[in-house]
């Protein structure tokens, strides 16, 4: 029995507005990361992406810009914008934990960012679909 194109197109935005809540559940604890614990978020930066010497002032800066863009994103507004730069930042920090993968069994819980990073993917290509509460249709 095929679904009638409303229950479908009913059922693709309530999994569309499940995967962006989602991703920016993660997305959020990053950002409120560089906040609360700057110093952790630094030696992300130094450890993962070879930034050494990061500040107080940029990890902030960085958590300022990340606000605006988690909050453009989980609102639905500018989605190719906020949609691609989440599924970019999302795909450097999946990409740039590559030697962890290397080390899967002492590192399970990276395996995590692939399908995060593919829901972020599949939101990008999706975004003209999810219209479920959100402020740009």
């Known amino acids: 029995m095929q679904a009638s194109n409303n229950t479908l197109g009913s059922r693709l935005s309530w ?6 809540l ?3 559940t993660v997305m959020a604890a990053w950002t409120l990361d560089k906040f609360v614990n700057p110093q952790h978020s630094a030696g992300i930066f ?15 800066g960085s958590g300022v810009l990340q606000t605006i863009l988690i909050i453009a994103f989980v609102l639905g507004f500018a989605k190719r914008i906020s949609y691609g730069l989440v599924f970019i930042l999302h795909g450097a920090s999946t990409l740039s934990s590559f030697p962890q993968y290397l080390d899967a069994f002492n590192n399970l ?7 995060m990073w593919a829901a972020c993917f599949a939101l990008y290509l999706l975004r003209d679909a999810d219209t479920r509460f959100t402020i740009s249709k």
């Open 22 to 24: 989602t991703v920016f």
């Open 109 to 115: 819980l990276f395996f995590a960012a692939w399908p």
């Open 46 to 60: 130094e450890h993962f992406y070879g930034i050494s010497g990061v500040s107080e002032m940029f990890t902030y």
């Open 15 to 20: 999994s569309l507005l499940a995967l962006r």
